[in-house]
């Protein structure tokens, strides 16, 4: 069992960053590759940047690459998203979710969820 908590959403103005954390407990977690989700009001869950346990690999939608970094410290229990350059359409609540089988852009590839974060980008 895993338990995962976000934290670090907020108001930013357009153009700014903002760093989310997850912090997981249960002493399996660093086996677990770990993805981050967002849903905005009215849409459904999106795969949005995943990294696998041992963070040689990472993943992200288009949509994010090149402004968001995935990254994680097993020795915390913790994963991160950096988010750069931030647009209004990134605003949505932003979930955390641990991975146990299936591929990594697959919402249905992931058991364990957080409570998720508001992040809210005015423009």
């Known amino acids: 069992q895993v338990q995962l908590v976000e934290s670090g959403g907020g108001l930013v103005q357009a153009g700014g960053s903002l760093r989310l954390s997850c912090a997981a407990s249960?002493?399996?977690?660093?086996?677990?590759?770990t993805g981050w989700f967002r849903q905005a009001p009215g849409k459904e869950r999106e795969f949005v940047a995943a990294i696998s346990w041992s963070g040689g690999n990472l993943y992200y939608a288009d949509s994010v690459k090149g402004r968001f970094t995935i990254s994680r410290d097993n020795a915390k229990n913790t994963v991160y998203l950096q988010m750069n350059s931030l647009k209004p359409e990134d605003t949505a609540i932003y979930y955390c979710?641990?991975?146990?089988?299936?591929?990594?852009?697959?919402?249905?590839?992931?058991?364990?969820w957080g409570q998720g974060t508001q992040v809210t980008v005015s423009s």
């Open positions: 979710a641990a991975r146990t089988s299936g591929s990594y852009y697959y919402i249905g590839a992931y058991a364990y």
């Open positions: 249960g002493r399996t977690f660093s086996s677990y590759g």
